[in-house]
Nanobody
Framework: QVQLVESGGGLVQAGGSLRLSCAAS????????VGWFRQAPGKERESVAA????????SYADSVKGRFSISRDNARNTVYLQMNRLNPEDTAVYYC???????????????????WGQGTQVTVSS
């Protein structure tokens, strides 16, 4: 497992942008698939985006396609989530998750990940 720390959350007006970062410890992070999830009050945690260890494959929830972009810099052990055109429905705690994998694929369900960060709050005002 790796230790994950999210950052970059905050308060933003509707239509604005934020970039979340997920920094990982460990020298083998380049072999970890990573996903971003979010949980709004009273709702289930949901997948937002995912990226393979190589960065060559990505996946997005329909609700964020065309607005959010996931990327990674394995030299910096960091995965990013660029969030544009934010709306109040994007308000949630955002978590990154990781799992070691031998193949460059994405994972989109919570149970497929075994390392989680503590989360960062994103609040979008109308």
């Amino acid at each position: 497992q790796v230790q994950l720390v999210e950052s970059g959350g905050g308060l933003v007006q509707a239509g604005g942008s934020l970039r979340l970062s997920c920094a990982a410890s460990g020298r083998t992070f380049s072999r970890y698939a990573v996903g971003w999830f979010r949980q709004a009050p009273g709702k289930e945690r949901e997948s937002v985006a995912a990226i393979s260890w190589s960065g060559g494959t990505t996946s997005y929830a329909d609700s964020v396609k065309g607005r959010f972009s996931i990327s990674r810099d394995n030299a910096r052990n960091t995965v990013y989530l660029q969030m544009n055109r934010l709306n109040p429905e994007d308000t949630a705690v955002y978590y990154c998750a990781a799992r070691l994998t031998g193949i460059s694929v994405v994972f989109t369900t919570q149970g497929e990940y075994d390392s989680w960060g503590q989360g960062t709050q994103v609040t979008v005002s109308s």
